[in-house]
């Protein structure tokens, strides 16, 4: 019963989403609009938890765990979205992509701020679903930073950060979409004889992402002041790749099992230094 209410109120949710799109409403109503409507949403949802008795603890943790934050998110990001929009800088397209990355570093941080909770949230993991999707359980011991205070009948607080976390990861997709749409809009800065159709990377992307995180966190690129989605872009761009959720594919990097987290960089120096030995090899077989 739970669960199909939950799904019919979605459905109908996004399709009054998909209905203010297509409204010819600036941008900024479109997003208080949207923020109105899953608003609405979540109090329906409310009125109805409110009466409803969850069948066992485990549903009880699915709803906090999965469902609600899956409605919430959408609240977090067109209010995220709000603030980025109306606070933009104005016709210059350099202070606009700092403005950008600046979201994105804010995200990041937040990320970093509650890393036990992401890792948890990530990985999928179950171990203290407990007490962190259970009303009036009890989590004390956990940090618990950035959390409004919430409605102990509608809420746990980890149910709060795992709707910014869903919210957040969906912000850098767009944020990342709007920065290589505005690179493409300023047209290729390449010189003219510079033909990058000879040069299509034919690896996995994963490998040219492994490259990419490796020159950003070393500092190989402008003293270490360029930023990570321009060295993607570059990549991105040189070897006709498409590495627009890099940031994504980096967390599949981190949660390797079984196998180096640097699998790549570690076969390329094996495969240099194998290399090297053959020619040191050769020159001395020449001498």
């Known amino acids: 019963m739970l669960k199909q209410r939950c799904q019919d ?10 209905m203010l799109k297509r409204d010819r409403l600036s941008k900024s109503m479109m ?20 009466h409803y008795q969850f069948t066992d603890k485990e549903e009880e943790i699915w709803f906090f765990k999965v469902e609600k934050p899956r409605f919430a998110r959408w609240l977090i990001f067109y209010s995220e979205l709000l603030n980025i929009d109306t606070t933009k800088p104005l016709g210059i397209n350099n202070k606009l992509k700092d403005h950008y990355n600046e979201q994105i570093r804010y995200i990041n941080r937040f990320y970093r701020t509650h890393e036990f909770q992401y890792q948890y949230y990530r990985l999928g993991t179950d ?3 407990h007490l962190f999707f259970l009303r009036g359980a009890s989590s004390k011991d956990i940090r618990l930073s950035s959390v409004p205070r919430v409605d102990p009948s509608f809420g ?4 709060y950060l795992f709707s910014r976390f869903m919210a ?3 912000l850098q997709g767009h944020l990342n979409d709007l920065m290589v749409d505005q690179h493409h809009s300023l047209g290729s800065r390449q010189p003219a004889n510079f033909d990058t159709g000879k040069l299509k990377w034919t690896g996995e992307s994963l490998n040219l992402i492994e490259i990419v995180y490796g020159l950003y966190s070393t500092g190989q690129i402008n003293n270490g002041k360029t930023e990570l989605s321009e060295i993607a872009e570059v990549f991105q761009r040189v070897f006709q790749v498409n590495l627009n959720r890099y940031y994504r594919r980096f967390v599949e990097i981190k949660q390797r099992k079984g196998m180096s987290k640097t699998r790549f960089l570690d076969e390329m120096r094996e495969a240099l230094r194998k290399k090297i030995d053959d020619a040191n090899g050769f020159t001395t077989r020449e001498g």
Do not use: I, W
């Open 9 to 18: 109120l979605y459905k109908k949710m996004e399709k009054d989403l998909e």
């Open 31 to 50: 997003l208080k609009q949207a923020m109105l409507t899953v608003q609405q949403y979540l109090d329906d949802l409310r009125g109805f938890v409110e």
């Open 127 to 129: 171990e203290l679903d």
């Open 156 to 159: 746990t607080g980890h149910e």
């Open 168 to 170: 957040f990861e969906m």
